[in-house]
């Protein structure tokens, strides 16, 4: 029977130490974040949708003190203080300054299910519409009308006529009608503003 000697076995636990400590120190990829990214950004938007904008604040701020140039973060640090504050111009260079560093903006939006032909909404959820390098993406909370798309697929997006407040997407032949948070028209000006100039990029 072959015996290993008290060495070779403990430069075997040595080994396989070295090799799961060598996987832990690399980041696990997950979507292009890290573990620690993909955790952390549920629970930043999470507080953001309960309004919790100081504390959606300290998280985003705690992930930057390690990685500044991190562009989630940086993204949702801007949601937080433009809902906390309504200072859109202030978010606008936010937003452009997260999208140089490879995040974007992120809106908390209404999404009608029905044509508008009023400004009031009866069939509707509410969800994350997230602007990125390449790409717009409505992420529902409850329901199944979710959609992610290329900039090169968008036909128009733009305020809408009946009212500035609401702006739509055009896929093909179908619009998709949202309305920010703050139902302000500033806030659909700016969604509209930072899709022209993500697109442009």
Same mark, same amino acid.
């Given at each position: @029977?072959?015996?290993?000697?008290?060495?070779?076995? *403990?430069?075997?636990?040595?080994?396989?130490?070295?090799?799961? %400590? %060598?996987?832990?120190?690399?980041?696990?990829? @997950? *979507?292009?974040?890290?573990?620690?990214?993909?955790?952390? /950004?549920?629970?930043?938007?999470?507080l953001i949708y309960r309004q919790k904008y100081n504390d959606a604040i300290s998280r985003a701020e705690q992930v930057l003190e390690s990685d500044p140039r991190n562009g989630e973060a940086l993204t949702y640090l801007a949601t937080a203080n433009l809902y906390q504050t309504l200072n859109f111009s202030k978010a606008q260079?936010?937003?452009? =300054?997260?999208? &140089?560093?490879?995040?974007?903006?992120?809106?908390?939006?209404?999404?009608?299910? =029905?044509?508008?032909?009023?400004?009031?909404?009866?069939?509707?959820?509410?969800?994350?519409?997230?602007?990125?390098?390449?790409? #717009? =993406?409505?992420?529902?909370?409850?329901? *199944?009308?979710?959609? &992610? #798309? /290329?900039?090169?697929?968008?036909? =128009?997006? +733009?305020?809408?006529?009946?009212? +500035? +407040?609401?702006?739509?997407? +055009?896929?093909?032949?179908? %619009?998709?009608?949202?309305?920010?948070? *703050?139902?302000?028209?500033?806030?659909?000006?700016?969604? #509209?503003?930072?899709?022209?100039?993500?697109?442009?990029?």
């Amino acid at each position: @029977m072959f015996r290993t000697s008290h060495y070779s076995r *403990s430069a075997a636990v040595i080994a396989i130490g070295l090799i799961i %400590s %060598s996987l832990l120190a690399k980041p696990a990829h @997950m *979507s292009g974040q890290t573990i620690a990214q993909s955790s952390t /950004n549920p629970a930043i938007l999470d507080l953001i949708y309960r309004q919790k904008y100081n504390d959606a604040i300290s998280r985003a701020e705690q992930v930057l003190e390690s990685d500044p140039r991190n562009g989630e973060a940086l993204t949702y640090l801007a949601t937080a203080n433009l809902y906390q504050t309504l200072n859109f111009s202030k978010a606008q260079t936010e937003f452009e =300054e997260a999208f &140089k560093a490879g995040g974007g903006a992120t809106f908390f939006v209404t999404h009608s299910h =029905e044509v508008l032909n009023t400004t009031d909404v009866v069939d509707y959820c509410r969800g994350w519409l997230h602007l990125r390098r390449d790409s #717009v =993406e409505f992420v529902p909370i409850e329901g *199944s009308h979710g959609f &992610k #798309v /290329n900039y090169n697929q968008v036909g =128009e997006f +733009k305020r809408n006529r009946l009212t +500035k +407040k609401a702006f739509h997407i +055009k896929v093909g032949e179908k %619009s998709q009608n949202f309305r920010g948070r *703050s139902n302000s028209d500033l806030e659909a000006l700016l969604i #509209v503003a930072l899709y022209r100039i993500f697109a442009g990029n």
